[in-house]
């Protein structure tokens, strides 16, 4: 009967061939970003996607091959002919050798383009974004409820089940433990043959002795050979003399004996032999962050400047998406009083006042107590603020957040103004200097700092480097 | 008159009559998921559980029984769309190695398709033993008998015994030599890294056009002949170099080079047209590992080069026996009217010629079969004047024949008739860039009939399409260049940009400059190409200059 397979294949492509187009493709992508960027759409990355265009004359795409170019003598057949005679004379049509040359047709069937183009999705943007930065302080946690067990392989064992038995393993062991037992009565049945070998021979005058051989060899065969000398030297036997004689019987009777015992040694031991791959049930680690989203929203921070603040929450959201499987966004918006808030209120809502930062951070205090410990998750703080507040303000805020910051992952303080540093900063700037493997200070003057800002508070830091880069990210 | 004798139908009849729906098994049917119930107490053994498998066993039948087709067995593979854009963009194959460029192509087709300009071919099928059918899962009923009876009677047909396919390929060893280079690439990217092997693959498929022994194939060898032969081609090599006088000797310069290549030192006793295999066996200084690669995408060259030649025909062959077979079908009423209909939608957009446009090979294979057909039947006189052996013949015969022993250009020169290209008022047109204007050289007249015939014979001829490029010298004794002739034929010019990139690959798997003559039809040197291999590389031990 003729085969019928059915191939279809649900779990979609992914072809090899696809990653190395992507590959081919890296600098591309990059070049693309980066103009996306320059142009000041940071709000817009990760909406609609990007597409990366190639042309042919760039190496990257192009397959170069044997073929001819226009010109010299072409012929073609063409059908429909509806009004031509022979002899007919027309113009060339322009662009292109006449009557339909190869032109840019390649060889084969595959028709060059000028361009190429590929779309890269939201994501896979901000996946390449991301790529060149990474995340610091990171703690993969267990927590007294997370459910998730990995096996792992731990090493041999002697007990298990038959799909985990090791059947090379159990063989060495077998023999390791037959060698062993049966070693001491080879050796003695190997003493009483060359025994008995040296007294037959001395009846055989022609007789050579087989010349010793420096090698080492396994004692069966070393065994085997004495037997066989044995044999051709037994006809022999009887003119040995009694005494001689008797001895011979006398030994054979003791190998016969020593051999039974030696079968008598169990070949399997189960308990001892079988040897089985052992494995351990791990915790896997669950991986959460909570990101505190406190946002000025006093009468000093125009529409302009919340609207960037929402930018840097989102791309901080995604990056964390990267390292976490589970992200939470608490999102407090404070004047003089902190509430919280959900996202649609957060981004909308009207609310305005005056600059109380200290409420927002008590905020943060009270949530955290209630619902994040800090042993199940990871606590990073996005402060967004103009800056803008007055008296004894900023020196709370700053003991508040060095009280804070031993115990969070990350504290990121980006002033929206393009001013000159503010009140709030210079306070902070000492806890800065503190902590500086956790906190982050930044100044966004317009869109187009937001991105930098955000790339430089997690470059790849290098293991030279000495003083955390984010010492730059101090000057605005 | 040909006649057929009626055991077909009798064959079809019991077959079917183990069977619930019978010959009703096609109308009862949904849609080709239709569950085919076996009778109780059926004694025949072997028979087909599923709807497709009875569809092939029904056509099958019809194809050996009442006209004789000599098949392989098929193998009916069950894919959806995307699979089938994959299988597309690796040249129908259904492994393939990795490499850049077939995601790329993949992209090409996607696109194409999304946009309409492309219908998913409804048929791929490969040329091994079994031949593998290709059936798309979202395709209706009457679609998949179409391309059951299309790809798994015609194309199986053709390749079994067309004398190319006989000559080149090895059905059962295409698909073996396919996974075995897909296992070295993956082998070698892990150990030399995914860069050089790129590289390498990149060359290889630069000059894919030039990796085929058109005339000579090289005997089969056993794995320890094998072995032999590459240890003394590398004794040979390893002789012809004196690495000492390398460094020492002078540094070469170009005119040096240019002069090996005009001169006669180091000219081979016949010039070499598998470009890829002569760099493979015979490049100075390259590692193993590279030449084996090289010497595989030669030889999975060797599988393609007479598709490229028998594309009209094997299309024409397939139309062909599609039509043939469902008709008998309709007409032994066992494909209901409404699919008959179906069928004939899909067909007819088959088989249109765009006016001015490319021809299509279904359009002019099929109306070229039905002509050799008519010609065996129905003779006018001007058949009996232009092919007088067709005349009352046995069509079936005649047509066999045809596919075994022709291949495009051929084909079209014994068989295109008069009729036919007035059929398609066909024209030919020639364009010389010394002149103006172009020029229509001959219409669908008795004064063109010949001249049609011969272009386009002339335009299926791969000899007088693709540049006929081959080794000439390889200065051994000396400068170690290689020298490339390129014989050009009708004043047409190589793409030079094109023949600058290749040439860049080429020359840094040689090691040494590599030099293009474009020679006229008189033997003279009229331009020449010099490429050296760029500073450097001389990775993998390669050495200078």
């Known amino acids: 009967m003729t085969n019928f397979n059915d191939r279809r294949d649900v779990t979609g492509r992914g072809t090899a061939s696809d990653e190395r187009l992507n590959k081919r493709l890296e600098k591309h992508f990059d070049k693309a970003i980066d103009k996306a960027i320059a142009n000041g759409k ?22 170069p091959g044997i073929y001819h170019d226009n010109g010299g003598l072409q012929k073609r057949v063409y059908t429909g002919n509806d009004r031509y005679v022979t002899g007919d004379e027309i113009d060339r049509p ?97 003493e009483w043959l060359t025994e008995e070998r040296d007294i037959l021979s001395a009846y055989s005058p022609d007789f050579k002795k087989k010349p010793q051989d420096e090698k080492w060899e396994p004692i ?80 000093s921070m125009t529409e302009d400047r919340k609207r960037n603040a929402k930018v840097f929450y989102f791309l901080l959201e995604h990056f964390l998406k990267k390292y976490y499987e589970h992200v939470e966004l608490v999102y407090i918006r404070h004047t003089d009083t902190a509430d919280e808030v959900s996202e649609e209120e957060f981004y909308h809502g009207t609310v305005s006042g005056s600059t109380l930062v200290s409420s927002a951070l008590e905020k943060i205090n009270e949530i955290r107590a209630a619902r994040y410990p800090t042993s199940e998750w990871n606590i990073y703080i996005a402060q967004a603020t103009d800056g803008d507040s007055f008296d004894k303000d900023p020196q ?81 | 008159m040909t006649q057929f004798t009626d055991t077909y139908k009798k064959e079809v009849e019991s077959l079917l009559s183990n069977y619930v729906d019978g010959m009703n098994f096609m109308k009862n049917a949904d849609d080709w998921t239709h569950p085919i119930e076996i009778k109780k107490g059926a004694r025949r053994k072997d028979l087909p559980t599923t709807w497709m498998q009875l569809v092939e066993k029904v056509i099958v039948t019809i194809a050996e029984q009442k006209y004789g087709l000599d098949l392989y067995p098929n193998s009916l593979e069950l894919i959806d769309a995307e699979q089938m854009l994959d299988a597309y963009a690796s040249n129908g194959m259904p492994i393939s190695y990795p490499h850049w460029s077939f995601a790329k192509r993949r992209k090409q087709y996607e696109d194409a398709y ?41 194309h199986n047909t053709f390749f079994k015994n067309n004398y190319l396919f006989r000559q080149c390929t090895d059905a059962q060893e295409v698909l073996n030599d396919l996974e075995r280079l897909k296992k070295t690439v993956l082998q070698c990217e892990e150990r030399y890294g995914r860069k050089e092997v790129e590289l390498l693959l990149d060359a290889c498929h630069a000059l894919q056009t030039h990796a085929v022994n058109r005339y000579s194939r090289p005997p089969k060898r056993t794995p320890q002949q094998e072995a032999e032969r590459r240890a003394s081609f590398e004794e040979h090599r390893q002789r012809s170099i004196d690495h000492v006088m390398d460094r ?100 007819t957009n088959v088989i249109h ?25 129905n003779p006018t006189k001007e058949d009996i004047k232009w092919r007088p052996e067709l005349a009352g013949q046995n069509w079936v015969e005649a047509i066999k024949e045809s596919i075994i022993n022709y291949n495009d250009s051929s084909f079209v020169q014994q068989f295109l008739s008069p009729k036919i290209m007035r059929d398609f008022h066909m024209f030919s047109v020639h364009d010389d860039d010394k002149k103006d204007k172009i020029r229509i050289a001959a219409i669908h007249d008795d004064f063109g009939y010949d001249m049609v015939r011969q272009d386009l014979a002339s335009q299926y001829s791969l000899g007088d399409n693709e540049p006929r490029i081959e080794v000439v010298a390889y200065d051994y004794r000396d400068t170690r260049s290689l020298t490339l002739e390129h014989t050009i034929f009708n004043r047409k010019p190589l793409a030079e940009k094109e023949m600058q990139k290749v040439l860049g690959h080429i020359s840094r798997y040689w090691g040494y400059p590599v030099l ?30």
Not at chain 1, 42 to 63: C, F, M, Q, R, T
Not at chain 2, 367 to 375: P, S, V
Request: proline letters at 6%; hydrophobic letters at 35%.
């Open chain 2, 114 to 154: 999304k946009t309409g300009q492309m219908g998913l071919a409804y048929e791929i099928v490969i040329n091994t033993n079994p031949v593998l059918v290709y059936l798309m899962a979202q395709n209706s009923k009457t679609m998949q008998a179409l391309v059951i009876a299309h790809a798994g009677v015609g």
């Open chain 2, 353 to 377: 010629q765009p006016p001015g446009a490319r021809i299509n090979p279904y359009a002019l294979g099929f109306a070229m079969f039905k002509d050799i057909k008519r010609m065996c039947e």
């Open chain 1, 42 to 63: 940071a709000s817009d990355i990760g909406k609609d996607g990007i597409e990366i265009e190639v042309s042919d004359d760039d190496d990257s795409l192009h397959e």
């Open chain 2, 516 to 545: 293009l003559n474009n020679v006229d039809s008189e033997g003279k040197i009229v331009g020449q190409i010099l490429r050296s291999p760029a500073p450097g590389a001389g990775r993998f031990g390669n050495m200078m200059p």
């Open chain 1, 220 to 299: 069966n065969l070393k065994i085997r050979t004495m037997q066989d000398e044995i044999v051709s030297l037994k006809t022999h036997f009887n003119d040995a003399s009694p005494a001689d004689q008797a001895r011979i019987l006398e030994i054979e009777d003791n190998i016969e004996d020593l051999n039974k015992r030696i079968g008598r040694v169990p070949r399997w031991v189960p308990s001892a032999d079988l040897k089985f791959r052992n494995r351990v049930a791990k915790p896997v680690p669950t991986s959460k962050a909570v990101v505190f989203c406190p946002m000025d929203v006093s009468v």
């Open chain 2, 248 to 347: 020492t000797m002078p540094r070469k310069t170009k005119d040096d080079f240019k002069a090996a290549g005009n001169g006669n030192s180091g000219r081979l006793t016949e010039p070499e047209e598998n470009i890829l295999l002569y760099i493979a066996t015979t490049a100075p200084n390259m590692p193993e590992w590279q030449r084996d690669i090289m010497r595989q995408i030669s030889n999975h060259a060797q599988y393609f080069y007479p598709q490229r030649q028998t594309q009209l025909m094997n299309e024409g062959c397939a139309t062909f026996w599609h039509y043939q077979l469902l008709t008998d079908l309709h007409e032994m009423r066992i494909l209901p009217d409404g699919m008959f209909e179906e069928f004939l939608v899909s067909h």
């Open chain 1, 396 to 476: 709370n805020c700053a003991q508040m957040i060095a009280k804070m910051l031993p115990e969070i992952q990350g504290l990121f303080y980006t002033e929206i103004q393009n001013g000159q540093p503010s009140s709030l900063w210079r306070a902070y700037a000492p806890v800065q200097q503190r902590f500086k493997d956790r906190f982050w200070m930044g100044q966004i003057k317009s869109e187009k700092d937001i991105w930098p800002i955000f790339s430089k508070f997690f470059e790849k830091k290098d293991a030279e480097a000495s003083a955390p880069r984010s010492a730059h990210a101090m000057q605005p």
């Open chain 1, 94 to 190: 322009k662009g292109g050798g006449g009557g339909g040359g190869p032109g840019k047709a390649g060889n084969g069937k595959y028709r060059v383009q000028d361009t190429y183009r590929y779309k890269r999705s939201g994501e896979d943007l901000l996946k390449r974004l991301f790529e060149r930065l990474e995340l610091p302080n990171m703690r993969n946690l267990t927590t007294a409820d997370s459910k998730k067990i990995q096996f792992k392989n731990a090493g041999v064992v002697s007990s298990g089940t038959d799909f985990r038995r090791l059947n090379l393993h159990s063989k060495k062991e077998r023999l390791k433990r037959l060698m062993s037992a049966e070693m001491p009565h080879k050796r003695q049945i190997l």
